[in-house]
């Protein structure tokens, strides 16, 4: 199981706190954060990738795009996105990257957590039975 979390601006309080509830969420050695675009891209680009989730906080609009960018590959990964406002603009835009959950910076960022937790426990369950199956 390996989940990636990209929030640029690390040291921001939201990212901050992002990052310390998902860190108690799942084992270290499954945690990869990327604290620039740069870095998260260069992951995102090599082969295999192998990530099951991306957590992925666009505290602005230019983050966001670049995250866009990068939509064809994360094609194959399940998707937390985490908006930088309620616009409707912003809402179709975040769209695009296919998220199964969408928050926004001024939600409650348990609800990420939780999502996070269903998605590790149903993404364990996949993977068990395919390699019971073996």
Not at 49 to 68: M, T, W
Not at 70 to 81: A, C, N, P, T, Y
Request: include cysteine; aromatic fraction near 6%.
């Amino acid at each position: 199981m390996k989940v990636v979390l990209y929030a640029n601006e690390r040291s921001e309080p939201a990212s901050k706190n992002l990052q310390r509830v998902i860190e108690a969420c799942i084992p270290s050695n499954c945690l990869e954060v990327f604290g620039n675009s740069h870095d998260f891209s260069q992951r995102i680009y090599q082969i295999p990738r192998k990530i099951d989730v991306a957590v992925l906080f666009a505290q602005n609009h230019n983050q966001l795009s670049k995250l866009i960018s990068l939509k064809d590959f994360l094609m194959d990964v399940r998707i937390i996105l985490i908006l930088p406002d309620r616009e409707h603009l912003t809402v179709i835009k975040g769209h695009t990257l296919s998220p199964s959950y969408t928050s926004y910076v001024d939600s409650n960022i348990t609800d990420v957590a939780t999502v996070l937790m269903k998605m590790i426990s149903r993404l364990s369950v996949i993977s068990g039975a395919s390699t019971s199956k073996a």
